[in-house]
């Protein structure tokens, strides 16, 4: 009797959260709709730490939040089972698999890069523009449907690349919200009131918030399990109260305040790295690869990481498990100003993670509230229509401009993406063919 109560209690330590978690981290491939089924597995049909409701209400706040989905569940998981310090243990176990190979990756390319073919990186850049085709794609079928929202995207992409600053896109995004706010509130108050069939499908389907009508529904429809129980999420997930939920809301925005200023006074340093990461982790609506405009304006300009190097490592990331977040740490380990290596790389990861933990403690209290404010889901009906902009904007410049320069390298992006979407091969490894690919074509080119 006793041993079985102590194996439960071992259960709710950060320990056991950490090795859960880091179990997941070496083996989740294919993204974050892949992972919220491994942890639909996990969490739901093989422990039943939370029932399905409970599960659902928790997708459905991660997907509402900016910031990469699946490592906010994993938070939100760690959270309710072992609280802040489990919070922390699971995001170090799923996140640290792939954070430490993309760090060696930076380090091993920035001491043996010349020993490898030219074309093998080449294949690399080429293979980015395919992967983010295929999210431009996905996002668009999902968030742009409709002319209102298909024009917010289009003026956005021609915003980006009119101005190419990162300051740009944070305007972008804010003037999007507010567009969004003006042209869909009356039918996203309408949602609220008596949400629609074709809603709760696109729901169910995995679209991000912002798709206007209520957000309960978001389920995962993988590994099936009876009901367990019908908890929902203020209930069942060891939720910090609101007075923490405001706390923790202060210390998201506090940075975004605080950081410009102190890096006005002080632009050379750590600062100005940990700035440019936390507000690309913060404004990331719309999923993983989003980051990728955002991450590029603040690294590349500047200086800390060549254009090559910086779609080198975003095709490497696609071969690794766990969160696409982790390409930062890839950034960080590569710059090239002397606040890289591993110091560099950690710093860079903590800073992009920073504000998904701090949102996720702070929203959940609110949820309830935040799900059926129908000002709340237009304005992010603009936002997402105007981060799929700025996605195709980032594919057109730098990664499309960057890889293709001659019709091999079109072909070899046209099979990349092929293998993606039609033949559903896996992405790592559709990397390691197109390294190989390129590498073979640099050779016969040489």
């Known amino acids: 009797m006793n041993e079985a109560h102590d194996a439960k209690d071992a259960e709710h330590s950060p320990w056991a959260v950490f090795l ?10 294919g993204g974050p709709v892949a992972h919220l089924g491994y942890f639909h597995a996990e969490f739901v049909a093989r422990r039943r730490w939370l029932g399905e409701r409970a599960y659902a209400d928790l997708v459905a706040l991660c997907q509402f939040l900016p910031g990469p989905a699946s490592s906010q569940v994993g938070m939100a998981l760690g959270l309710q089972r072992a609280g802040y310090a489990g919070a922390f243990a699971a995001w170090a176990g799923f996140t640290l698999p792939s954070a430490i190979a ?14 490898l073919p ?32 298909i024009t917010l995207m289009a003026l956005a992409a021609c ?50 918030a912002g798709d ?24 069942n997930t060891g939720a910090p109260g609101p007075r923490s939920g405001w706390l923790w809301l202060a210390a998201f925005f506090a940075p975004l305040a605080a950081l410009p200023l102190l890096v006005a006074l002080q632009p050379d340093g750590w600062l100005a790295r940990v700035d440019a990461f936390y507000r690309s982790g913060a404004l990331v609506f719309g999923g993983g690869h989003v980051v990728l405009p955002l991450l590029q304006a603040e690294v590349v300009p ?5 254009g090559e190097a910086f779609l080198a490592g975003y095709g490497a990331a696609q071969a690794v498990p766990g969160p696409l977040f982790t390409f930062a740490a890839f950034l960080g380990a590569a710059a090239q100003d002397g606040y890289g290596g591993w110091v560099g790389g950690i710093v860079c990861l ?7 933990f701090l949102l996720v403690a702070g929203a959940l209290p609110f949820w309830e509230r935040l799900r059926g404010d129908a000002r709340m889901q237009a304005a992010l009906a603009g936002i997402n229509a105007a981060v799929v902009g700025l996605l195709l904007a980032a594919l057109y410049q730098p990664v499309w401009t960057s890889a293709i320069h001659r019709p091999q390298d079109f072909a070899l992006g046209l099979v990349a993406l092929v293998a993606l979407m039609s033949w559903k091969w896996p992405p790592w490894l559709v990397v390691a063919a197109c390294g190989v690919a390129g590498g073979v074509l640099g050779g016969l080119a040489a």
């Open 212 to 235: 206007l009508g209520p957000l309960p529904s978001v389920s995962v429809p993988l590994a099936g399990v009876s009901e367990p129980d019908s908890g929902v999420l203020g209930a």
């Open 20 to 29: 859960i978690f880091l179990r997941l981290g070496l083996s989740s491939f």
């Open 159 to 208: 915003m980006v690349l009119a101005l190419p600053t990162a300051w740009t896109q944070v305007g972008v995004i804010a003037l999007a919200g507010l567009a969004g706010l003006a042209v869909f509130r009356a039918q996203a108050e309408a949602g609220v009131r008596e949400p629609s069939a074709a809603t709760r499908r696109a729901a169910s389907s995995g679209a991000r």
């Open 350 to 356: 903590l800073a992009v993670f920073a504000p998904s």
């Open 302 to 306: 500047t200086g800390w990481v060549d």
């Open 102 to 115: 993309l760090i060696l990756f930076a380090l091993g390319l920035a001491r043996h890069g010349d020993a």
């Open 118 to 149: 030219p074309g093998v990186l080449h294949g690399l850049k080429v293979v980015a523009v395919a992967v983010v085709t295929q999210a431009v794609w996905g996002m668009a079928g999902k968030l742009c449907i409709g002319r209102a929202r």
